[in-house]
């Protein structure tokens, strides 16, 4: 039994749910483990990394959440980290859409 259980996901599914949440276009998948992560592009200078979780025992949402308020205090605090970019549909980062939660991270640490 591996470390860690790798679920597959609808990638047609998640291209919707990032062009509909932050307006990006998924590109290449860049690892795929227990979370997968996507290059998306915003435009030819926007390069973002979109990470999705699979979470079909939902159990994954807090631990997930409190990641990305390390990483925004982190940020706020001058720290060069990969901040995450809230939903235009939600007012938070973290997007929940069973079975998978997904959050958008900038590339560049230096914005």
Not at 13 to 20: G, K, W
Not at 69 to 85: A, E, K, W
């Amino acid at each position: 039994m591996p470390l860690f259980e790798t679920i597959p996901v609808d990638i047609e599914h998640v291209r919707q749910l990032a062009r509909d949440h932050w307006h990006v276009e998924l590109g290449e998948c860049a690892k795929v483990s227990q979370n997968h992560t996507f290059l998306a592009y915003k435009n030819t200078t926007e390069r973002s990394i979109l990470r999705v979780t699979p979470d079909p025992k939902r159990v994954r949402l807090d631990g997930i959440q409190l990641e990305v308020t390390l990483l925004d205090y982190l940020h706020r605090n001058q720290l060069p980290v990969c901040r995450s970019i809230s939903s235009s549909i939600i007012s938070s980062s973290v997007v929940r859409s069973d079975p998978f939660i997904l959050c958008l991270y900038r590339l560049d640490v230096d914005e």
